[in-house]
């Protein structure tokens, strides 16, 4: 791999550098934007020929992070996914609801490989049309939910105004990931369906969802040790922490064959915990997220960086570089608004004229970032200055356990 | 007949009006006709002052994002019916669009006067000359 051999070169690493486990913190980090650098697959392992499968996230500007699976990496991920929802308590005998994104995005996929695996009957709903949804879940005896926290409560939400108690459904787990959430949020979503509410974890630069999960006991998430391997460092340093500390986790995958990652920086702050679990496994367990190294948004379980809005927005004529981000949580839904100043350039003295404005900025944010975006326009100077680092983003929701 | 109207951009929300308002009050400037469209998010104000070389340089200072525009100002007689047989009738049937028109307020007269944006300038004025020329 021309670039991981690079990279050690640098780095005056040789095969004879690493002999012991503990080596493995001489190596190099691999990061975003080493994917974005060799764009789209400069990161492959193999040839094209041995590739059977793409997938993609967000990049942090432009162009997407694209990821690639031989069959054996398939068959991984399918073995982790289905140890994530055996690791849910479920089984052959389940109807497992699968409403995570089918398509470029890893959640439908994974969950519904991992869900066949294990012999469970899997509806393959994936995301919209939420009263259908509702109404499946009913005429199917759906036992087991899959999807993002929050659109596990907008379902309640939505199940209410159609007069339909999801509690009385057969729903009896629920595996929710791709977005950060609260142990307030648990509560709430436990309430509001009535079923245990477990937290996944993984990213598609490692292999997708299946990195981790949570038990019965919900007190860490249990990590694939023999898939991946997990370390914690200090963010600011890169140096290495103990186990209790809390700090960037890093992964690095161990049986990946497309596209291995070394030591990557997955920008999620956590902690991890060696202490055997009540359940009986002996897997490293790491604590829920609890914040992110960068100041990237997950909204709707999509990732979204600000830097990519600015790309956007500056590619569209007159709108000046002066923006801000405002995400909050309505109606449980993750509701991105972005807010841009009208300056001269773009002004003219018509309500069409800005209306199309807003209609253009709203339309290449949606192509752009892949979920919809309010847009606001704003007078000049609205928004605020700040010496040095603007301050783009207002997050009003509570994802991160306070 | 041919004037320059201010257009500024304003959110909506309370106090962007006033904060306009103040700002040409302090520059001593007067209106002489004011319009506000409006959608849920932001509006537009539209003004005719006495001195619109100074209300720019005003507004500007202040920060605000304003355009200039020419309107048409024209007298109609204060009866009934004058608004449509005087000017809009004839400018439909000279196929010019009426964008927006709002009322100016002047001294009480027998005269009431309208500024509109029509999409054809020059046709609009050649159709209304023609109408005061022929009247």
Not at chain 1, 86 to 105: E, I, P, Q, S
Not at chain 1, 311 to 340: A, F, K, N
Not at chain 1, 382 to 389: A, D, L, T, V, W
Not at chain 2, 76 to 91: K, N, R, S
Request: with cysteine.
């Amino acid at each position: 791999m021309p670039f991981y051999r690079q990279r050690f070169l640098e780095h005056g690493i040789t095969p004879q550098s690493i002999r012991t486990l503990d080596d493995v913190t001489r190596l190099p980090f691999t990061c975003k934007r080493d994917f974005r650098d060799n764009y789209p697959l400069g990161l492959a392992a193999v040839p094209r020929e041995r590739i059977v499968r793409i997938h993609a996230s967000s990049g942090t500007t432009g162009k997407p992070t694209v990821v690639a699976y031989t069959a054996g990496d398939i068959e991984t991920w399918t073995e982790v996914m289905a140890r994530t929802i055996t690791t849910g308590g479920v089984t052959r005998n389940d109807v497992v609801h699968n409403a995570y994104g089918y398509g470029l995005f890893t959640g439908g996929l994974g969950f519904h490989y991992g869900a066949e695996r294990i012999g469970a009957t899997v509806i393959p709903v994936s995301g919209g049309v939420t009263k259908r949804q509702i109404m499946l879940i009913q005429d199917l005896g759906s036992t087991v939910l899959c999807c993002t926290p929050s659109y596990a409560l907008y379902l309640a939400e939505t199940a209410l105004e159609m007069g339909v108690d999801l509690r009385e459904t057969a729903l009896r787990v629920g595996i929710f990931g791709a977005e950060p959430w609260s142990e307030r949020m648990r509560q709430e979503i436990e309430a509001k369906l009535g079923l245990l509410a477990l937290d996944i974890y993984g990213l598609s630069e490692v292999i997708g969802p299946g990195v981790s999960v949570e038990c019965e006991h919900q007190c860490g998430l249990h990590i694939f040790e023999d898939h991946f391997l997990a370390e914690i460092v200090d963010p600011a340093t890169g140096q290495s922490l103990p186990y209790g500390q809390r700090g960037e986790l890093v992964l690095t995958t161990l049986t990946k064959e497309a596209l291995p990652v070394i030591r990557y920086r997955t920008g999620d702050i956590t902690a991890l915990d060696a202490a055997p679990c009540a359940c009986g496994r002996t897997l490293v367990r790491m604590a829920k997220p609890s914040g992110r190294t960068d100041d990237m948004l997950i909204v709707r379980g999509i990732n979204v960086f600000p830097s990519q809005i600015e790309t956007i927005l500056l590619q569209i004529e007159g709108v000046q570089p002066h923006y801000q981000i405002i995400v909050d949580r309505q109606h449980s839904l993750d509701d991105l608004e972005v807010w841009v100043e009208v300056s001269e350039t773009v002004f003219a003295d018509e309500i069409r004229g800005l209306e199309a404005l807003e209609r253009k900025i709203r339309d290449e944010l949606h192509n752009g970032l892949g979920i919809s975006a309010r847009v606001r326009l704003v007078e000049p100077r609205s928004i605020q200055r700040s010496e040095g680092k603007a301050k783009r983003v207002v997050d009003r929701r509570e994802v991160y356990n306070s | 007949m041919r004037v320059t109207q201010i257009s500024v951009f304003l959110e909506n929300r309370p106090g962007r009006l006033a904060n306009l308002l103040q700002v040409l009050s302090a520059a001593h400037i007067n209106l002489r006709a004011l319009s506000l469209a409006d959608t849920a998010d932001f509006g537009i104000a539209r003004i005719i002052v006495d001195d619109t070389v100074a209300a720019m340089e005003a507004i500007r200072r202040a920060g605000l994002t304003a355009a200039t525009t020419e309107v048409l100002r024209v007298e109609v007689p204060d009866v009934p019916g004058a608004l449509e047989t005087a000017i809009v009738m004839p400018l439909a049937q000279a196929g010019v669009n009426i964008e927006y028109l709002y009322a100016h307020s002047e001294r009480p007269t027998d005269k009431a006067e309208v500024i509109m944006k029509v999409d054809r300038l020059d046709k609009a004025e050649q159709v209304l000359k023609g109408l005061a020329n022929g009247a």
